[in-house]
């Protein structure tokens, strides 16, 4: 009997971390580069997602409830990415919001997931968590009550 040993790389690749069909994103910001980067990064994860490009517009869709995960940027030139948190928890809407952020303190990191956030990402350094980050999100959204209950789909459903 011989002892294997599994490196990071092949435990990360052997769990297959799926999410269910119907499955939406918005992506909320005032930035179009950062709206490139954040599409190609879902797109290549496999997400539907659509774009707002101003926090009214991003709160109006938000308000629709057909989405799981919202990715923002902190501030945007109509305002603060905490008025979705206010819509999530006073429409009742059970979408998890994620900080994409280029400039972003600790206390400010901190700050934004006490308030609510479920995760802040630093644009420039975790461009390889988005997908990962995203996912998590979506199953918390999930876990909360939004969308489908995950056991309820057949396995041939998951994408």
Not at 117 to 132: C, K, N
Not at 141 to 147: D, T, V
Request: proline share 4%; aromatic share 8%.
């Amino acid at each position: 009997m011989g002892l294997m040993m599994q490196t990071h790389e092949d435990t990360h690749s052997s769990l297959q971390t799926n999410f269910p069909a119907g499955s939406r994103i918005l992506i909320v910001s005032d930035d179009d580069s950062d709206t490139r980067q954040l599409r190609a990064m879902l797109s290549e994860g496999g997400f539907a997602f659509d774009c707002a490009k101003s926090l009214r517009a991003g709160c109006e869709a938000a308000k629709s409830g057909q989405f799981h995960v919202v990715i923002s940027t902190p501030l945007l030139k109509d305002g603060s990415w905490r008025r979705l948190v206010d819509i999530a928890n006073h429409s009742d809407l059970r979408f998890e919001v994620v900080l994409w952020a280029r400039s972003f303190d600790l206390r400010e990191w901190a700050e934004a997931l006490e308030n609510g956030a479920f995760d802040v990402l630093d644009a420039v350094y975790e461009q390889p968590r988005v997908v990962e980050a995203t996912k998590c999100a979506l199953w918390a959204a999930y876990l909360k009550g939004a969308g489908p209950s995950p056991r309820a789909l057949r396995p041939s459903q998951v994408v």
